[in-house]
């Protein structure tokens, strides 16, 4: 617990740049959210700078929300890049399961061997070939559910699985972490799975044990999602007190507010 609460105060003091290639719908949401927490964004998937990019940044993020040819291009560039030199990166694969296009570039995607996953339960069995039928963004399953297929995701492509919902499992292998914090409005409120996609890019680029950082970024939307409910009257105001919560948030808070598991 003190060396996940640790990574707070890590986070703020090194500021990573993370690179996201994510969807319109969300970009500004998890821009805001990482220079809150303490993290640097950049927002870039054009092709002619795409490796140099991918060279500057501490993580790399990839999220397939709204995914068309020019930014699957883009995404499959940075992805084998960082990839090639090791840089940490973070797939979202949003909507796994819902069409044959979606499932192709994912399929190229996992090739490059991402250093985490995380989707919601539908999403992770869907990439484990489970046998259900994604809904798209919003998960017809529980993360409860989609367990074994995330430890069967995990031993399959060697990257630590992180199924969101309401108990967060982080799942490296046969080691598996459960994060119980975090509301129930925080679903009414778009983009809130692509914003832990982008705080896990932030610690994965100051944290090499990847179960810890990832457990942490968890950890960090959970406890941010309860303190903003506490506030909140809403979806909207939850939204600004987040933000509020990802700023002031100090260590030894964290600590007190996390809960972790390890079943």
């Known amino acids: 617990m003190e060396q996940i609460s640790n990574l707070l105060a890590k986070l703020k003091n090194q500021s990573p740049l993370v690179q996201s290639i994510t969807n319109y719908v969300v970009m500004n949401n998890t821009a805001n959210a990482l220079l809150a927490a303490g993290a640097s964004p950049i927002m870039a998937h054009a092709q002619s700078e795409i490796k140099e990019m991918v060279d500057i940044v501490s993580a790399l993020v990839v999220n397939i929300g709204t995914l068309d040819e020019y930014w699957s291009e883009s995404m499959l560039i940075a992805a084998a890049h960082a990839h090639a030199i090791q840089k940490p990166w973070v797939l979202d694969p949003v909507g796994a399961g819902a069409t044959p296009y979606r499932n192709e ?103 090499k044990d990847i179960l810890l950082a990832s457990t942490a970024a968890m950890a960090l939307m959970g406890v941010a999602g309860d303190i903003a409910a506490e506030k909140a009257k809403g979806p909207g105001t939850l939204q600004l007190h987040f933000y509020d919560a990802l700023y002031a948030l100090e260590p030894q808070e964290f600590g007190k507010r996390m809960i972790i598991t390890y079943p």
Do not use: H, W
């Open 105 to 207: 570039v994912l399929a190229k995607l996992l090739e490059f061997k991402p250093t985490v996953i995380r989707g919601n339960a539908s999403e992770i069995m869907a990439l484990a070939k489970f046998n259900i039928q994604s809904k798209g963004v919003d998960s017809s399953n529980s993360s409860d559910e989609a367990l074994e297929a995330g430890i069967l995701l995990s031993m399959q492509i060697g990257a630590v699985v992180v199924i969101s919902g309401e108990v967060d499992y982080i799942i490296d292998g046969d080691r598996v972490a459960k994060v119980k914090n975090g509301s129930p409005i925080m679903a009414k409120v778009t983009g809130m799975g692509c914003t832990a996609s982008a705080l896990t890019g932030a610690m994965v680029a100051i944290e």
